[in-house]
């Protein structure tokens, strides 16, 4: 869906999605590395379970809910890539307590 | 790298990051007050000059000039005092000017003497069929990506709505080397004609020349239809297809990502919540505050500035900015305002900056279907809600807003109503033949985004609570 | 021109739609009045709990009878309320605290009253899995529930019209007088009279009464509640604590609702509550130790609505001990959500009749004022 110019002289970072090393840039939001990745990065609703992708990437839409470092219900386009950050992808409502 | 606020009061806060944000904090710091700035983002810049500090795209003609404006304003507010935490989420702001913020999973809570909210505006909603879609997304989200990690769009691509955004993302877009298959202009043909009277201050605004070069820049390029009357996405689990009508003709295009917008709105979540009053703005077709000349609200001591007072743009914004900061000043350190720049000298800037947006108010007025959907077309996203449920809940008795949530639980998810507000008030509106204003909006509490129980749970308690609990 | 009507009630939460409603089973014309709109405060946004459970003695009579037109809720309002009954369970926190509730449900049976259980640990555990194990019990009151109460109230409202109540929303009651036998009040630019007065006004009741010349000790309170996202289903009744603030639901589509009397600043002039969140992090911390399984969910809203709280925490319900015609029912000091239902019917018999047998002696407005009528 998206490519990345090749101007883009950033350092690399890696994230693990869903166990998966997956190859970002410093400075990325974990959804812009996600949509940027081509891994399927879907999330599915709480409410009824349908498939969503981030809509706004500007903190407000809430579609872009994911697990970051076992915590859930994180906002990723607002939370910056690091080193060997772990995210999940959430399927319906999130399980808590884990 | 989080860090809480050094203080628990300050002069002045300022809440975003954005071009009114950013100048405010400069002003008030420059003129020796405690400032705090609190911004949501990982980089100052707002949407406007998103990762003005830090954007991959270094070729500085690809984002063009007006983006790089948001240089100065970052550099102007680093060479003062003024506190900046990033990352830093305003989740409550009362009538006490008592404001909680969540910065790094944990909660502060600061004082203020003034706030200035630049919470800046969001695209307005354009609920079509199937606009939940994966592969459907905002001009702005795309615009997000371009410029704070230039990424660009390489499968088939559509665009679709209307205003300046659509056609300045179209271009950064094909400068960056991304792919645009077709852009779907869903300007209505009369709006042209209503225009027209304010044409002439548009002409004389710095928007024009600019505007009407990068539409030709992008015309070049990409096949652009005009008169779009109707608009679907379509797709299982994904977008596969979006299906149009024009001049009466339907014609439906494979695409991978639909790019939607019809322009932008004050972001008024924390605002409502702190009690500001806000009336509907039939022009602009959305709620703003009720302010005065220097961006007072409703509620003594907070003052909004930038597009969450009403719509202008990143030039009106620093100029609101300045004016909300100067006026803060004139309040805590009268003496102190005598170094920034006068009152009169502020608002003739602003005169200025405000010059041919009615013009851009009219012409990109949207048209009634894009912003009132119909039948099974989701209205809000969270709950998903369709448009048949709520004239169904309107049916038994939901007279507004605050009344349909108790039926449908519109509004009632983690987006507070910021994706369906708007469409749910007039909705409602249409359906009871009343006014936006006399339907209202929901009304809107912290904390205006979730925490978590743990975090609350962290906050330090007051002692009457730690009492009643040691009596229990 | 003044229009009459049979009786004329004043507020539109739950109490004043429900006894509206009542009028009109009973065959009577009501106008019902409500400043903003029905549900508008504490009706309809209260934590919806239908408890008789840790009821102040007097007013459990009033809690017993309005349980038994909630359980048939739908038949009366064609509309099913979200009401859903899974019991509402009171822990014990400690030993002394079970002793507490040991001493209390023995005291209720003494009184006749059966509806409250004491429960040991086993039994909590089983009601409720997930509370934290060093709870040793607590009471269970097994027919109550819950009830969304927007939804209640909007319906007892609109039964009450299809019924033949005439409903005035937006416009405050005012002018409220007694002439040659009838009670005058003005509604904007309308004027209409009855021979029945019903002060339900909640928070603005108070106020009417000692206008009328029956002052009560009386506060205008705004308990606040706080809602999560959704999260799975993990708890079917409604808890509350015995020694802490705390109330707690989990509703069908997996929010949790948590609540429990800490209270928000009210501003009653200008229909708004400023929240306290240092309070509300003591609820916070409350359900984190009491849950742990709920310490990752997301608080994504709270809010407070404004009601009138009694010195004595016991309504205000009866016929006025100054004025003929003229009945109260307020105060009823966040927990007045239940009885609604119970005290539309019995104040309709009060007004029909001149009396009910739902006892109701100890509520009355006499206990502040001596009866001069």
């Known amino acids: 869906m998206f490519k990345r110019s090749e101007q883009d002289k950033r350092p690399p ?86 | 790298m989080s860090v809480a606020p050094k203080r628990e009061d300050y002069d002045v806060v300022v809440i975003g990051a954005g071009p009114a944000g950013l100048a405010a904090a400069a002003t008030s710091a420059e003129a020796g007050l405690a400032t705090l700035l609190l911004d949501e983002n990982i980089g100052p810049g707002g949407q406007v000059f998103r990762a003005i500090s830090s954007t991959p795209v270094t070729d500085r003609n690809q984002l063009g000039t007006d983006y790089w404006v948001g240089a100065d304003l970052v550099q102007a507010l680093r060479a003062g005092n003024a506190e900046v935490i990033h990352r830093a989420t305003v989740w409550s702001l009362d009538r006490n000017l008592d404001i909680a913020v969540s910065i790094g999973g944990a ?61 300045l993302l179209a271009a950064q877009i094909l ?51 005009s008169g779009i009357t109707e608009l679907a996405a379509s797709g299982d689990g994904q977008l596969a297809s979006v299906s149009y009508v024009a001049g009466g003709k339907r014609e439906t295009i494979p695409a991978d990502l639909l790019l939607l917008h019809q322009g932008v709105v004050p972001n008024v979540n924390l605002a409502m919540a702190a009690g500001v009053e806000h009336r509907w703005d039939d022009l602009q077709l959305c709620w703003s505050p009720v302010l005065d000349a220097s961006g007072s609200s409703s509620v003594a001591g907070i003052a909004i500035a930038g597009d969450g007072a009403g719509i202008g ?16 000043v004139e309040a805590l350190t009268p003496a102190a305002a005598a170094k920034l720049p006068a009152m009169a000298t502020l608002r003739s800037d602003l005169a200025k900056a405000e010059r041919g947006r009615v013009f851009l108010d009219t012409l990109f007025r949207p048209a009634p279907q894009f912003r009132i959907p119909a039948g099974d077309t989701i209205v809000c996203r969270c709950e998903e809600v369709t448009a048949k449920d709520v004239l169904d809940s309107v049916a038994i008795g939901a007279t507004g807003p605050n009344q349909l949530k108790a039926y449908r639980r519109t509004g009632m998810g983690p987006c507070q109503g910021r994706l369906c507000g708007l469409t749910v008030t007039e909705l409602m509106a249409q359906a009871r033949g009343k006014t936006p204003q006399e339907i209202g909006y929901y009304r809107l509490r912290a904390p205006v985004k979730p925490i978590t129980l743990a975090e609350l749970a962290a906050v330090p308690k007051s002692e009457d609570d730690v009492k009643a609990v040691v009596r229990g | 021109m003044t229009l009459n009507v049979d009786a004329i ?82 822990v014990a926190e400690s030993e002394e605290e ?65 019924l033949g109540a005439t409903v005035r929303e937006g416009v405050a009651a ?80 997996g929010t949790v609702l948590i609540g429990g009397g800490h209270l928000a600043t009210p501003y009653q002039d200008r229909n708004e509550t400023v929240l306290d969140w240092k309070s509300l992090a003591t609820s916070a911390q409350t359900v984190f130790e009491l849950f742990p399984v709920m310490r990752s969910a997301a608080i ?20 006025s001990s100054r004025h003929k015609g003229l009945y109260h029912q307020f105060g009823f000091s966040l927990h007045g959500f239940q009885l609604g239902p119970g005290a539309g019917a019995v104040m309709a018999e009060l007004i029909v009749n001149g009396g009910s047998q739902t006892r109701i002696s100890e509520l009355g407005i006499d206990r502040f004022h001596p009866i001069t009528l």
């Open chain 3, 300 to 319: 994504v809203r709270a809010w407070a609505g404004i009601e009138a709280k009694m010195k004595d925490d016991i309504p205000v319900f009866g016929p």
């Open chain 3, 9 to 90: 009630v004043i507020g539109g939460g739950i109490h004043g739609c429900s006894t509206a409603l009542h009028l009109c089973l009973a065959g009577l014309k009501p106008l019902l009045i409500e400043k903003d709109y029905a549900g508008r405060h504490a009706s309809g946004v209260n934590a919806g709990g239908v408890r008789q459970l840790a009821r102040h003695i007097p007013e459990i009579p009033l809690s017993i009878r309005s349980m038994g037109i909630w359980e048939k809720i739908s038949d009366l309002l064609d509309d099913d309320c979200s009401f859903e009954s899974y019991g509402q369970v009171l």
């Open chain 2, 175 to 225: 400068r960056l080397g991304g792919r645009i298959d077709r852009i779907l202009d869903t300007t209505e043909r009369g709006n042209y004609v209503a225009a027209l009277p304010h044409a002439f201050a548009f002409l004389t605004s710095p928007y024009f020349t600019k505007g009407l070069s990068m539409m030709r820049e992008v015309k070049a390029k990409v096949q652009v239809v």
């Open chain 3, 98 to 162: 079970l002793a507490v509730c040991r001493a209390r449900v023995a005291e209720l049976n003494a009184l006749g009253f059966t509806h409250e259980e004491l429960i040991d640990a086993a039994e909590l555990r089983r009601l409720v899995p997930a509370v934290a194990e060093t709870c040793p019990g607590g009471v269970v009151s097994r027919r109550d529930g819950a009830a969304n109460p927007a939804q209640t109230t909007t319906a007892f409202r609109r039964k009450a019209e299809q």
């Open chain 3, 174 to 253: 005012s002018n409220i007088r007694h002439r040659e036998g009838l009670w005058h009040v003005d509604v904007g630019p309308e004027s209409f009279a009855a021979p029945v007065l019903v002060n339900a006004a909640g928070a603005w009741a108070g106020k009417i009464a000692a206008d009328l010349g029956e002052p009560v000790p009386v506060e205008t309170v705004a308990p606040m509640l706080m809602i999560t996202s959704r999260v799975p289903h993990f708890i079917d009744p409604v808890v509350i604590l015995r020694g802490r603030k705390l109330s707690f639901k989990q509703f069908k589509n």
């Open chain 1, 13 to 98: 970072v890696q994230i693990f999605v869903d166990g998966v090393a997956v190859a970002a840039r410093q400075g990325d939001t974990v959804s812009a590395a996600l949509l940027a990745s081509g891994v399927d990065a879907r999330r599915s609703t709480a409410v009824s379970g349908a498939p969503r992708l981030p809509y706004c990437m500007m903190g407000v839409c809430f579609d872009c809910l994911v697990t970051i470092d076992g915590v859930g219900n994180r906002q990723g386009c607002l939370v910056p890539v690091a080193e060997g950050m772990r995210i999940e992808i959430q399927k319906g409502k999130r399980e808590i307590g884990r």
């Open chain 2, 313 to 328: 743009g990143a030039n009106a914004a620093v100029v609101r900015g300045r004016i909300a900061a100067r006026a803060a």
């Open chain 2, 107 to 167: 909660s502060a809570f600061v004082k203020a003497k003034r706030v200035i909210l630049a919470t800046g505006a969001l695209e307005r909603p354009f609920p079509i069929p199937g606009w939940t879609l994966p592969g459907v997304m905002t001009a702005g989200a795309a615009q997000t990506m371009l410029k704070s990690s230039a990424l660009v769009p390489d499968g088939r691509t559509v665009i679709a709505g209307q205003g300046p955004l659509l056609w």
